[in-house]
Structures are given as structure tokens and as C-alpha cells.
């Protein structure tokens, strides 16, 4: 049975499954890392390993865009735009800032999105910000910066910086195109057939970049060590691309549409937090005091912007375009 959000209420029980749809979206995004660099240590390279990623989930959606093949010649602008900044821009803008900046430095400037929701949110669509989502934002990104121990490496490379900024930049349009046409009724798009064809729009756009003939394919074949455990390589990866991204994706579009693009964005913080925690228990890479300092006021920061009343107040579409402007009440330009 399709999901609409004329489904979705956001009285405090949709507002509950939300922020718990949100937490899910969060572990499962967070533990991608942990599965993911076994696998490039055993050889593959990174652009590789985020390849197979999207494009074994596009194989695994690719009933539901069968099922809402009318969704492309409906909503063109937006399922281009999901596939392009929310699935492939996000993954190689951070491996590009990754191969020229620290990581730290790379993940906490990706973590500014919230921070650019919100500037979204209230001078693009001219909507209220609560004060409890800007306090939350703030809390999470100081709190990011203890997680990724900026201070411990931090180098200035305009370049990598760019890339960075560009991560964080897809990253809002993830959030943001995830809340299209939340308020549209039994006309908004299904969520499930616009992360359908974002995936296979971001493994096309990714088969360019990533370029996978020239893939060691045998790695697949054999075992990748995790702390010392032999872990087949295939297992690795059905984790990445069942958990890591369908699952990821299919929960964290889902939060956004219960909660709102700014509430959700903060919560996906967590991730960070998530994925430092998952690296010290399955990789053996430690925490620091400043460490675990910085995840307890990321998590206070995610608490006090979802206890808020998501800023959802009617609104006309700032910009649309084409059928998406015959066919949404309220939404965001693709």
C-alpha cells in the first residue's frame, strides 16, 4: 500500500514516530562507516564502495519506481534534484573534501546543514524558526566540533573547504526536498517513489564519477577484517546497501515529512555521534573525554529542537515549477 502524507498528522503521536523514524535514519546512516572501511582497507576505493552503495539500492527500490512510473513525468524537477544533491552530490562532495582536509574538519563543516535549514526555512521560504530548533543547532554544531576533535588537525585548504561546504549544501537540499510537498495532501509525491528515482538518478550521475570498471571486483569475493574478525566482504556491503541507505533513506525522508526540514536536520546530527560510538566499539577507535563531552551536548541540542513545535505554518510555494506547481499546495524548488 503506497504512503501518502495525507497519512501523516503532526500531533504528538506523528511527532513521535517521527523523531523515532528519524533516530532509525540516524544509526543506520551513522553505521555505514563501520561497514564501509573494512571494506576499503581490503582494497576497494572509496568512490567504489559509495557506488555500489547507491546503485545496489536503486536495484533493491527498483520495484517502487516500476510502480510509480508516472512520478518522473510528474515531479521531473524533484526526483532530479533528490538524485543529484541528496544521494550522489552528498557522497562525493564529502570523499572529495576527505581526500584534501581532515575528516574532522570535513564532517563538522557537512554538519553545518541544520545551521543552512534553518536559513532556508526563514529567508527562502519565509517561515517562522523557533527558538528551541536555532538553540538546538547551536548546541549540536559545538558539540559536533568536540565529536570530531576539530581543534586535532585542523589544516586550511580552500579547495577542500569548498568541498566540504558543498557536502553540507546537498545535504540541506536532502532535507529539504524530502519535506516536498509534505503539505499537499493525496497529491504530494510518494516518498517511497522519490527515493526510487533519486537512487537511480544518483547511481547514474555516481557510474560517471566513480567510474567502477576499473573496480577490483574479487574483493567482493573474499573477507574484509573487522577488529580482527574475518567478515565476509558481501555481508559488508548487503549491510551498506540494505541498511545504510534503503533503510536510511526510506526512514529519514519519512521523519522529515512528520517533523519539518529543520527539526529533522538537527536530530540527523546524531549521526555523527552514532558513527563515532560505532567506530569505538567495532573498530576499537577510542573516545576522548571531549569526545564523549561533545556527543552529550549533541544529543541535548537533538532533544531541545525536537521538543518544539515544528514551524509549519500554510504557506504559499516560495518558487516552483512545471507540474510541480499544479500539483503541490506548498513546495520547495527543486
Same mark, same amino acid.
Given at each position: 500500500?503506497?504512503?501518502?502524507?495525507?497519512?501523516?498528522?503532526?500531533?504528538?503521536?506523528?511527532?513521535?514516530? @517521527?523523531?523515532?523514524?528519524?533516530?532509525?535514519?540516524?544509526? %543506520?546512516?551513522? @553505521? $555505514?562507516?563501520?561497514?564501509?572501511?573494512?571494506?576499503?582497507?581490503?582494497?576497494?576505493?572509496?568512490?567504489?564502495?559509495?557506488?555500489?552503495?547507491?546503485?545496489?539500492?536503486?536495484?533493491?527500490?527498483?520495484?517502487?519506481?516500476?510502480?510509480?512510473?508516472?512520478?518522473?513525468?510528474?515531479?521531473?524537477?524533484?526526483?532530479?534534484?533528490?538524485?543529484?544533491?541528496?544521494?550522489?552530490?552528498?557522497?562525493?562532495?564529502?570523499?572529495?573534501?576527505?581526500?584534501?582536509?581532515?575528516?574532522?574538519? %570535513?564532517?563538522?563543516?557537512?554538519?553545518?546543514?541544520?545551521?543552512?535549514? =534553518? @536559513?532556508?526555512?526563514?529567508?527562502?521560504?519565509?517561515?517562522?524558526? &523557533?527558538?528551541?530548533?536555532?538553540?538546538?543547532?547551536?548546541?549540536?554544531?559545538?558539540?559536533?566540533?568536540?565529536?570530531?576533535?576539530?581543534?586535532?588537525?585542523?589544516?586550511?585548504?580552500?579547495?577542500?573547504?569548498?568541498?566540504?561546504?558543498?557536502?553540507?549544501?546537498?545535504?540541506?537540499?536532502?532535507?529539504?526536498? $524530502?519535506?516536498?510537498?509534505?503539505?499537499?495532501?493525496?497529491?504530494?509525491?510518494?516518498?517511497?517513489?522519490?527515493?526510487?528515482?533519486?537512487?537511480?538518478?544518483?547511481?547514474?550521475?555516481?557510474?560517471?564519477?566513480?567510474?567502477?570498471?576499473?573496480?577490483?571486483?574479487?574483493?567482493?569475493?573474499? $573477507?574484509?577484517?573487522?577488529?580482527? &574478525?574475518?567478515?565476509?566482504?558481501?555481508?559488508? =556491503?548487503?549491510?551498506?546497501?540494505?541498511?545504510?541507505?534503503?533503510?536510511?533513506?526510506?526512514?529519514?525522508?519519512?521523519?522529515?515529512?512528520?517533523?519539518?526540514?529543520?527539526?529533522?536536520?538537527?536530530?540527523?546530527?546524531?549521526?555523527?555521534?552514532?558513527? &563515532?560510538?560505532?567506530?569505538?566499539?567495532?573498530?576499537?577507535?577510542?573516545?576522548?573525554?571531549?569526545?564523549?563531552?561533545? @556527543?552529550?551536548?549533541?544529543?541535548?541540542? %537533538?532533544?531541545?529542537?525536537?521538543? $518544539?513545535?515544528?514551524?509549519?505554518?500554510?504557506?504559499?510555494?516560495?518558487?516552483?515549477?512545471?507540474?510541480?506547481?499544479?500539483?503541490?499546495?506548498?513546495?520547495?524548488?527543486?
Amino acid at each position: 500500500m503506497p504512503v501518502h502524507t495525507s497519512d501523516i498528522r503532526l500531533g504528538g503521536r506523528g511527532k513521535g514516530m @517521527g523523531l523515532g523514524l528519524a533516530l532509525v535514519s540516524a544509526l %543506520a546512516f551513522g @553505521g $555505514s562507516g563501520v561497514a564501509a572501511k573494512p571494506l576499503i582497507e581490503a582494497g576497494l576505493d572509496p568512490l567504489h564502495v559509495v557506488w555500489l552503495r547507491v546503485t545496489g539500492a536503486a536495484v533493491v527500490m527498483l520495484p517502487l519506481a516500476v510502480r510509480h512510473r508516472a512520478l518522473p513525468r510528474r515531479r521531473p524537477a524533484l526526483l532530479a534534484g533528490f538524485g543529484l544533491l541528496a544521494v550522489a552530490g552528498v557522497q562525493a562532495c564529502y570523499f572529495a573534501a576527505l581526500s584534501r582536509i581532515p575528516v574532522g574538519v %570535513a564532517l563538522l563543516v557537512e554538519y553545518l546543514a541544520p545551521a543552512l535549514v =534553518l @536559513g532556508w526555512v526563514r529567508f527562502v521560504q519565509r517561515r517562522p524558526v &523557533t527558538r528551541a530548533a536555532g538553540l538546538g543547532v547551536i548546541l549540536a554544531a559545538g558539540g559536533l566540533a568536540c565529536v570530531v576533535e576539530v581543534w586535532s588537525g585542523l589544516s586550511f585548504d580552500a579547495l577542500g573547504l569548498l568541498f566540504a561546504l558543498g557536502a553540507a549544501c546537498c545535504q540541506v537540499g536532502y532535507f529539504v526536498l $524530502s519535506d516536498q510537498g509534505s503539505d499537499a495532501g493525496d497529491q504530494a509525491p510518494d516518498p517511497l517513489g522519490v527515493i526510487a528515482y533519486g537512487l537511480l538518478a544518483g547511481a547514474a550521475v555516481l557510474t560517471v564519477v566513480a567510474r567502477p570498471w576499473g573496480m577490483d571486483w574479487s574483493v567482493l569475493a573474499g $573477507s574484509a577484517h573487522l577488529q580482527g &574478525t574475518a567478515v565476509p566482504a558481501a555481508a559488508l =556491503l548487503a549491510w551498506i546497501v540494505l541498511i545504510a541507505t534503503v533503510v536510511a533513506y526510506i526512514t529519514g525522508v519519512l521523519s522529515v515529512r512528520r517533523l519539518s526540514p529543520q527539526v529533522a536536520g538537527v536530530v540527523a546530527c546524531l549521526e555523527a555521534v552514532i558513527a &563515532t560510538v560505532l567506530a569505538w566499539v567495532l573498530l576499537g577507535e577510542h573516545l576522548s573525554v571531549p569526545q564523549v563531552a561533545g @556527543g552529550a551536548v549533541v544529543l541535548a541540542g %537533538a532533544f531541545i529542537a525536537q521538543s $518544539s513545535a515544528p514551524a509549519r505554518a500554510t504557506a504559499e510555494p516560495v518558487a516552483s515549477g512545471g507540474a510541480e506547481r499544479e500539483l503541490s499546495a506548498r513546495g520547495t524548488a527543486a
